[in-house]
């Protein structure tokens, strides 16, 4: 979650276009502060914000704020990124969520046509594969039985046995009937499902790159976040 990036002490913008998604992010939010106040004795701070309108029109809801980092959800990050990325502090980062490569390329394209200084350092996709792991069931519906593995005599051994010790070999045999005790002797299957789904989800990170604004005689940096009252900030579009 965004409010934990940013901890007790920043605050969070949630911009989102739609009501029925709104509504979930601001019931999901309450649910959690209910539950962190129950598990700990003091209560989180209210600091998200949950506003429901388009992003790519809401210039006047950014004017004179500065966020740290910007995470975008949505089809066409470009088009808001001219909006957003006023408000962004410089080296701070954009995180971008897409679940297509196509999408992919035309953020970069748009990245690329509007001029903005923002480097592209990773492109990430995002895998999941399920897996099957349970006891070996024979056709019959019987379980198969699990086979141990089985040594082989050596001259120490046979010595071992002439003089009445333990070979090798017993005490293996002795260890894998105690550990097939625990075990019941059942063996398991663990490999991965032979269905796969063919969701595919993206991640690209940008980065906000330009050149380190010059000084006042007074000592403070000009430019564009340079003037913030909170330590620590961040926009999304969940």
Known sequence: MC?????????????????????????????WRKSWGMARDGAWPDNVEFVNKDLSSAADLLEGRSFHSVALDMLNPQVVLPTVFPHLWN??????????ITQVVDLLEGV????LPLLCERVIEVTHRDWVVAPAIRK???????????????????????????SCDQEGETLGRRDSRSLETVPYIA???????S?????????????????????????????????????GQP
């Open 112 to 115: 690329r046509n509007a001029g």
């Open 140 to 166: 019959d519906g019987s379980r198969a039985p699990r086979f141990l593995s089985t040594g082989v005599k050596g001259q120490h051994d046979e010595e071992k046995e002439e003089e009445g010790e333990p």
């Open 91 to 100: 080296g701070g980062v954009c995180a971008v969520y897409l679940a297509n």
């Open 191 to 197: 490999r991965p499902h032979h269905e796969q789904g």
């Open 3 to 31: 409010v934990l990036t940013v901890g007790s002490g920043g605050r969070v913008l949630s911009v989102e276009l739609r009501k029925d998604h709104h509504r979930r992010a601001l019931l999901n939010y309450q649910r």
């Open 199 to 235: 969701h595919t989800a993206f991640l690209v990170k940008l980065r906000k790159v330009v050149p380190v604004p010059h000084h006042s005689r007074s000592g403070r940096m000009e430019g564009p976040g340079a003037d913030t009252e909170d330590p620590s900030s961040h926009i």
